[in-house]
Structures are given as C-alpha cells and as structure tokens.
C-alpha cells in the first residue's frame, strides 16, 4: 500500500484536436500565455504548458500532425477527438514515489506502467491499452518522474494556482473506494450524477485577473 501522504496533483491535462485550439481555449479562459512543451514521438502527440505551482502544472495535450501515427493508441483518449471536439479537461496525473506500488494497490485496473521521455525528462506512467482513461478520466494516471527536477520548476511563473478540483459521475462509490486503494484523500470531491448526465471534471484555478473555470463538461 502507498503512502497516504505520498500521491499529489501532479497535473491537469487539457485534449485537444490541435494543439492552437487547445492553447487558444487556456489563453481564452484564464487570459495567460503557455508556453511550448515538446514533443512524445513514441505517442505522436505535442503539448505545451502552464505553471500551477512550484511542482504543478497544467498541460495541454493533442496528436502531432507533424511526426508519424504511432502504432499504438494514443493516451488520454486523444484519439477519440473528432475535429469538431472542444479542448476540454479530460484527466488529471497523480504524482507518486512508487508508481509499481501505487498501481497494485488499486482496486481496479488504471493501465500498465510505461516508460516516457520528452527532451531532457524521463517518467514512468500508467497507460491503459486502449487509451481510453479509467472512469472517464475522473481517476488519474499515475506518474513516478525519473528526474529530480520538475518541469514545473523551469515554467514562468504565470500568477496561476490550482485552488480545488471536482468530479462529477454515476459510479461515485466505486471512485472512492479506487481512491481509498491509491490513498487519494482531500486532494478532490467527488459528486453523484444521474444515468442522463455525461461524467466531467472542473478545476478551479486563481489567476491575476481571479477565480476561473476549466471544465470537462461536454455541452
């Protein structure tokens, strides 16, 4: 069993068709500037990025039209995003010291442990096969970085912090008792939903110009 004290909010990770719409919608919604990330060849995705906090951050994430398909889905359901899909807040990452502990200690299944680089930084991360994130995205993926330093740490500081985050879903028992299993506590609420209702996560985030919104709601 981890640690109860061990996972934290690693990240939050924005989908996007492409990676300007995904960057135009944070620009739109928080009036800050990313900044460039990098390329995951093995994934075929592009990203860039946004300090939350000396080690957190919030990523937007979508396929690289300019390196080859992978022979693989790609991860956070990216490939499930139709043209007309609007970037929206699909997950969150879980930081962890142990992910090989983290990930057997889950009651249910969250994805295999894989190794990632991207320039300069190594992490291994739980993937699940198809891709597609555990409870739609409302449990994280884990990550275990392989660096001592946090890519966080060399992001501008842009005035931005994460002040809470909420998950709304039908199968809200079971998400805490996943929870419980990975000794997730206090780091987000989770609410019911009725069977008609589309399972989203919202992420409340302090800005210089004050408290604003990103949302997983599909509407």
Same mark, same amino acid.
């Given at each position: 069993m981890t640690d109860l004290q061990d996972l934290q909010i690693d990240h939050l990770?924005?989908?996007?068709?492409?990676?300007?719409?995904?960057?135009?919608?944070? &620009?739109?919604? /928080? $009036?800050? *500037?990313?900044?460039? =990330?990098?390329?995951?060849?093995?994934?075929?995705?592009?990203?860039?990025? #946004?300090?939350?906090?000396?080690?957190?951050?919030?990523?937007?994430?979508?396929?690289?039209?300019?390196?080859?398909?992978?022979?693989?889905?790609?991860?956070?359901?990216?490939?499930?995003?139709?043209?007309?899909?609007?970037?929206?807040?699909?997950?969150?990452?879980?930081?962890?010291?142990?992910?090989? &502990?983290?990930? /057997? $200690?889950? *009651?249910?299944?969250? =994805?295999?442990?894989?190794?990632?680089?991207?320039?300069?930084?190594?992490? #291994?991360?739980?993937?699940?096969?198809?891709?597609?994130?555990?409870?739609?995205?409302?449990?994280?993926?884990?990550?275990?970085?392989?660096?001592?330093?946090?890519?966080?740490?060399?992001?501008?500081?842009?005035?931005?912090?994460?002040?809470?985050?909420?998950?709304?879903?039908?199968?809200?028992?079971?998400?805490?008792?996943?929870?419980?299993?990975?000794?997730?506590?206090?780091?987000?609420?989770?609410?019911?939903?009725?069977?008609?209702?589309?399972?989203?996560?919202?992420?409340?985030?302090?800005?210089?110009?004050?408290?604003?919104?990103?949302?997983?709601?599909?509407?």
């Amino acid at each position: 069993m981890t640690d109860l004290q061990d996972l934290q909010i690693d990240h939050l990770v924005i989908a996007a068709h492409r990676l300007e719409a995904g960057v135009d919608y944070i &620009n739109n919604t /928080l $009036s800050v *500037r990313l900044q460039p =990330g990098g390329v995951h060849t093995s994934m075929g995705t592009h990203n860039a990025l #946004l300090r939350l906090g000396e080690r957190q951050y919030l990523e937007v994430i979508a396929p690289d039209p300019s390196v080859p398909n992978p022979n693989r889905p790609r991860w956070f359901g990216l490939d499930s995003l139709k043209s007309y899909s609007p970037p929206r807040l699909v997950t969150w990452v879980a930081r962890t010291p142990n992910i090989h &502990n983290a990930v /057997l $200690s889950s *009651r249910e299944s969250i =994805g295999r442990i894989e190794p990632m680089s991207r320039g300069d930084y190594k992490w #291994l991360i739980s993937i699940p096969p198809d891709g597609i994130m555990p409870f739609h995205g409302i449990v994280p993926a884990l990550i275990e970085w392989q660096n001592e330093s946090h890519p966080a740490e060399k992001l501008a500081d842009s005035g931005c912090k994460l002040i809470q985050m909420e998950a709304h879903h039908q199968l809200q028992k079971r998400i805490l008792a996943v929870f419980e299993s990975l000794g997730i506590h206090g780091l987000l609420s989770v609410f019911p939903l009725t069977t008609d209702e589309q399972p989203y996560l919202d992420a409340y985030i302090e800005t210089p110009g004050g408290l604003k919104n990103i949302s997983g709601r599909i509407v």
